[in-house]
C-alpha cells in the first residue's frame, strides 16, 4: 500500500506501462483465445496464471480486487456478484455438511438468514452469540466440528461494534479463522486484518461503489492463516482436490493464495456469482474517491446522531461516536478517525411515529438500500429483517420502532433540517 491509504485509493491495483490505458479497461468478453489446446490445458490445470472464461476470472476484476486486497493489507482477494455471495462463499469455502459455525448475533438480516436457515438446510450449523458475549459464552459456542467464526464490524442495523481481537483470539484458540464483514467502515476506517481477522468480506453495493450503481462483494484474504497447522479441520485446503487433477491448494499456493484460489476454481466455477466487469469498472470509480466520501459521510452521521440524542420524540438513539453509546469505547478503539454514517433509533410513538416520520422525510429517500451518497431511510423491521421472528429481531438488536437512517454526502445543515421537519409532523 501507499504511504497514505488516499493514495491507494485512487491508484491501487492497476499500473499502467507506458503508452497504456489511464484508466482500468473494461474487458467485455466471455472468453479468451490461445494458439493451441495444450496452453488452455495448463490453465485448466492451475498450472499457468492466465484466463480463459470471465465465469472464474476476468482482468478488469482482477484490478479491482487487487486495489481492495491493497486496501485491506490482505495479500489476496476476488470479487462477487453481491456482498451476500460474497459471505456466503466465504464460509462455504472451508465448511460443509456436518461442519459447524460460530458467529456474532448482531449482524445484517441477510447473513443472519443465510447462516441460521440457507446454510442449515445444506447441513451446516450455526450458533450465534451476542457481540458482548462474556468470555465463557464465546467459548461455550466452539465445538469439535466449529470451521470458522464470522461478524460484522459494524453491525447492519444495530450498529454493535465487534470486538476483533476478542473474537479472533477466540477463534484461532481453537484453531479457525476470523470472518470479518467490514462493509460499513471500509477499510478507511477499520482494516479488521491489523486486528486479527483473517478473512474479510464486503458487500460492495455500499460505500465503496458509493452512488448506488452496481451490485457487487468481495473477499480479501489476509493470508496469514495456517491452514496446513490444522490440515484435519480444512481438508478442502490440504487434502487432493480430483477435480483439478490432485492439486492441494494450501501447498501449491501457500497461505497466501490458498484460499482465494479454492473459491475462485471451485466455488466461482460452481455457482457462476461473477461481478460483472462493467460492475468492477463502476466500482473503481466509486473507490477513488472513497476516502473523501468516507469523511463527509461521518461529519453527517455524528451530527444527526447528536441532534436526534436531544430530541424529545426519540427513545433512543444508536450510533457508536455518540460518548455514552454501549459501544462507544470499542469504536474509539478500533474506529477512532469515525465509523459510519448510518445512525438507528426509535421513538417515543412507537411503530405509527417511525412510519409517520419516514412518509413525511422530504430529502431522504425510502429505499431498500444504505451506504452511499444519498441519504436514505429504512424501517428494518418492515424490510431487511421482515423475514425474523420478534426473538430473532431482539437478538439482533432490532426494535419494532428502529428506523436506520444512512446519512449521504448532502449538506449537514439539509440533512437536520429534513429530520427536523418531519420529527415536527408527529
Known sequence: MAEHIGTTCVQGGYHPGDAEPRQIPIYQSTTWKYDTSEHMGRLFDLEESGYFYTRLQNPTNDYVAAKIAELEGGTAAMLTSSGQAANFFSVF?????????????????????????????????????APNATEEELEAAFRPNTKCVFGETIANPALAVL????????AHAHGVPLIVDNTFPTPINCRPIEWGADIVTHSTTKYMDGHGAAVGGAIVDAGRFDWMAHADKFPGLTTPDETYHGVVYAEKFGNEGAFITKATSQLMRDFGSIQSPQNAFLLNMGLESLHVRMAQHCKNGQAMAEYLQQHPAIRFVRYPGLPGDEYHELAQKYLPNGSCGVVSFGFNGGRPAAEQFMKSLKIAQIATHVADARTCCLHPANATHRQMNDAELEACGIAPDMVRLSCGIESTEDLIADVEQALAQL
Open 163 to 170: 470486538d476483533i481481537e476478542r473474537f479472533a483470539t477466540a
Open 93 to 129: 469455502n472451508i465448511a460443509g455438511n456436518g461442519d459447524h459455525v460460530v458467529a456474532s448475533s448482531a449482524i445484517y438480516g441477510g447473513s443472519y438468514n443465510l447462516l441460521a436457515h440457507t446454510m442449515h438446510r445444506m447441513g451446516i450449523e450455526c450458533t450465534f452469540v
